[in-house]
């Protein structure tokens, strides 16, 4: 159990390290000629998972002080691989794991247990890998080789997969040609093809990412990068900043491909008094005003841009709120309910979640094991009277393992 209370918060911090980037790059590495350096790999559980299951995939990993070696091809590869509660792990390795003329089982924990894989099976099975996921739930078992060739993806659901086909395509025997139908979380993919052309491997993508052209047989050449700070562990720091004092998050890129960039165009739109300083991102309390913004393609902000709309002038609405469901809780009713327990007024109705703004009284919040919904409730009840009280707080572990030390280090002296 865990306190958040209410106050001022100032200083400056360094932002996490992006899990979504790392995990690109640990991927990419295991496919790489050589051996390649990955710098500020950080601690998240995500993380940890994906770099058990490059292991698993026959990488040999070594770590060093704040890097990771890895050397694709140089180990045992295993038959089971363990994705943690990592749906981009899970969903990403599938197609990296059907490479190989062998079988593999991609296993869950957690909550990832119940989330829909099933947008995995008929693009594998397109491109000659064998695939099953008994009620569209992991365990996903594959079996290689995947050959290449033409396929559809769907990506209403998720980005995710297609990130991960993007990342094994290059290495296949033949050449690709990916539609895409229906894509949410596009910048993800952008992302994913901003690190396979940091590995030297060629994607022709249309404009809107509706047509990917993938040459087979080609090699990844081996990388020394670091990974970025992450902007969605950052979101919830310059939510504090801006509803409760003065913080500054260093380590990020204002240029990032990351999604969650966007919160600074969210802040901004409720009027958050934001700069660039000494390299930081800085956000000051400010006289914040409901906003209007579109989630849909970067849906982790929702929980930091629900606990920032708590404390904004009149009604916040946001789009996108159907894309909630299927991430570690159900995203929306967990907003729902736990803000709604703080004193918040806040519904989901269709795609839209709205909010209006209002004192809180703070209280108790069930994360659900969400690390997103802890991080969200401790943020809202920062300008509350009574502060947050939450179990679990270790979930935050699965992005940001320092999160609430790194909250209660910018608070002043009593
Ligand atoms: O590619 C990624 O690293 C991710 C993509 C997004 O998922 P969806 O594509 O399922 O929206 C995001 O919510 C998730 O936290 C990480
Ligand atoms: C949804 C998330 O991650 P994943 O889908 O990779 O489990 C997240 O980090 O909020």
């Not at 990351?258 to 000051?284: I, N, P, S, T």
């Not at 009284?361 to 009840?381: Q, S």
């Not at 009280?389 to 320092?402: F, M, Q, W």
Request: glycine content about 12%; proline content about 6%.
């Amino acid at each position: 159990m865990i306190h958040t209370a209410p106050g001022t918060l100032s200083g400056r911090l360094r932002a996490p390290a992006s899990k979504s980037h790392l995990q690109r790059l640990l991927l990419a590495a295991s496919l790489a000629e050589g051996t390649c350096v990955i710098r500020n790999p950080g601690e998240s559980a995500d993380g940890q998972a994906c770099l058990a299951v490059i292991q698993g995939l026959g990488a040999r990993v070594a770590r060093g002080a704040d890097r990771v070696e890895v050397t694709g091809g140089a180990g045992p590869a295993a038959e089971v691989l363990d994705c943690g509660e990592s749906g981009f792990c899970l969903r990403a390795a599938a197609a990296v794991a059907a490479l190989a003329p062998r079988a593999s089982t991609l296993q869950a924990r957690g909550s990832l247990r119940l989330r829909p894989m099933d947008m995995v099976l008929d693009p594998l099975r397109q491109l000659g890998a064998a695939c099953d996921a008994a009620g569209g739930l992991p365990p996903v078992r594959v079996r290689g080789p995947l050959l290449g060739g033409d396929v559809t993806v769907d990506g209403r659901a998720s980005s995710q997969f297609l990130s991960g086909l993007l990342l094994a395509l290059p290495r296949a025997p033949r050449d690709s040609r990916v539609i895409v139908e229906g894509l949410r979380s596009a910048p993800y993919v952008r992302m994913t093809l901003g690190v396979l052309e940091a590995f030297g491997a060629r994607v022709r993508a249309s404009e809107d990412l509706a047509v990917l052209e993938v040459p087979g047989g080609q090699t990844f050449r081996p990388v020394d990068l670091a990974v970025e700070g992450d902007w969605s562990g950052a979101a919830f720091l310059l939510v504090a900043g801006a509803v409760a004092g003065d913080v500054a998050v260093e380590g990020l890129d204002p240029r990032s491909a990351q999604a969650d960039r966007a919160v600074v165009a969210a802040l901004e739109a409720a009027g958050a008094r934001l700069a660039w300083e000494d390299g930081a991102l800085r956000a000051r309390r400010s006289d914040l005003a409901g906003f209007t913004f579109d989630a849909t393609d970067c849906p982790d902000l929702f929980p930091p841009l629900a606990a920032l709309a708590c404390h904004a002038r009149g009604r916040t609405r946001l789009k996108g709120a159907s894309r909630l469901r299927a991430k570690e809780s159900d995203r929306a009713e967990a907003l729902v309910t736990e803000l709604s327990a703080l004193g918040a007024r806040i519904a989901v109705t269709g795609d839209w979640m709205e909010i209006d703004g209002g004192p809180l009284a703070g209280g108790r919040v069930d994360p659900r094991n969400d690390h997103r919904i802890a991080m969200a409730g401790a943020v809202a009840g920062l300008v509350s009277r009574e502060g947050v009280a939450l179990d679990g707080e270790h979930c935050v572990d699965k992005s940001y393992p320092g999160f609430f030390r790194d909250l209660e280090s910018l608070r002043g002296e009593p």
